[in-house]
């Protein structure tokens, strides 16, 4: 029984941490371009991670696999949900990309196994687009494109997570460092693109929360409460993560959600709990 409190508490902990990303990219998006946000985020955090864990060994064996899944977990899911924070609410973004991420990851899942869905994955896949057409605002063209965005990051969430698991890229401090030093030298041409710039004091400490918070700390939290309890009850805990981020953002940048919104939130968060449950 404790194990099993432990390990819900752990899984909230790291829903919260984790919708900090929000925050923290909502501030930054004032001073400067998500591209480069996405690019000092990764490179940050190789740094830290350079910092505090020098070892040298214990590195993927295969580099290509790194490579693959640095694409879809770190450039997609970095580049993307950034971006899309400046085109749309931070609630609408988070719910987009975990509805994306749960439609992509069954899809990539079933075709590995060559199985069709059941009666509850199919209600679950009904569920989540239903809720994204009502996140979609076709009478802002802004927001639909921050809606987009969202939808190519859960995306590329979605398909890293099936990758990894099926090519054991395996987890812990050094495939993290791995992966988003794969990840930075993708983020590096955007980012150059758009031309770098040197942040502020007050947006290094943003980065670097950015860095530390969401990416180490609930990544912790995540991998603690799997071992706590089982896979199942941790999906279904960090549910909460975008209720967090619509509390947060309502108290702090004014995003009131529409009604449409609360609508299409509420019918994603049982679509992907249905998913959880089949």
Same mark, same amino acid.
């Given at each position: ?81 950034? @971006? ?55 009478? @802002? ?138």
């Amino acid at each position: 029984m404790f194990s099993l409190r432990s390990g819900i508490f752990f899984a909230f902990l790291a829903a919260f941490l984790n919708s900090t990303i929000a925050i923290f990219s909502k501030f930054l998006l004032l001073e400067m371009d998500g591209a480069l946000i996405a690019f000092y985020r990764a490179l940050l955090g190789v740094v830290v991670l350079w910092v505090f864990f020098p070892r040298r060994s214990n590195f993927p064996s295969d580099w290509r696999v790194v490579l693959i899944c640095a694409f879809f977990g770190i450039f997609c899911l970095f580049f993307f949900e950034t @971006n899309a924070y400046q085109h749309d609410s931070a609630a609408n973004v988070v719910f987009s990309m975990m509805a994306c991420a749960a439609l992509s990851a069954f899809a990539l899942e079933s075709w590995f196994a060559r199985r069709l869905p059941s009666r509850g994955q199919l209600l679950s896949i009904v569920l989540c687009l239903l809720g994204l057409t009502f996140l979609f605002d076709l009478a @802002n063209p802004q927001g639909l494109q921050g809606i987009g965005m969202a939808a190519l990051a859960g995306l590329g969430y979605g398909l890293f997570t099936v990758l990894a698991k099926r090519w054991g890229l395996g987890s812990g401090i050094f495939v993290t460092r791995s992966l988003l030093m794969a990840g930075s030298i993708f983020l590096f041409f955007p980012a150059a693109q758009v031309g770098f710039v040197l942040p502020s004091q007050e947006a290094w400490v943003l980065i670097a929360l950015l860095a530390v918070v969401p990416s180490m700390l609930g990544f912790y939290c995540t991998i603690r409460a799997v071992s706590l309890t089982s896979a199942s009850k941790v999906q279904v805990c960090e549910l909460s993560e975008p209720v967090f981020v619509m509390i947060a953002s309502l108290l702090i940048f004014h995003e009131q959600p529409t009604v449409m919104s609360l609508l299409g939130a509420a019918v994603i968060l049982i679509g992907i709990y249905q998913f959880a449950r089949s």
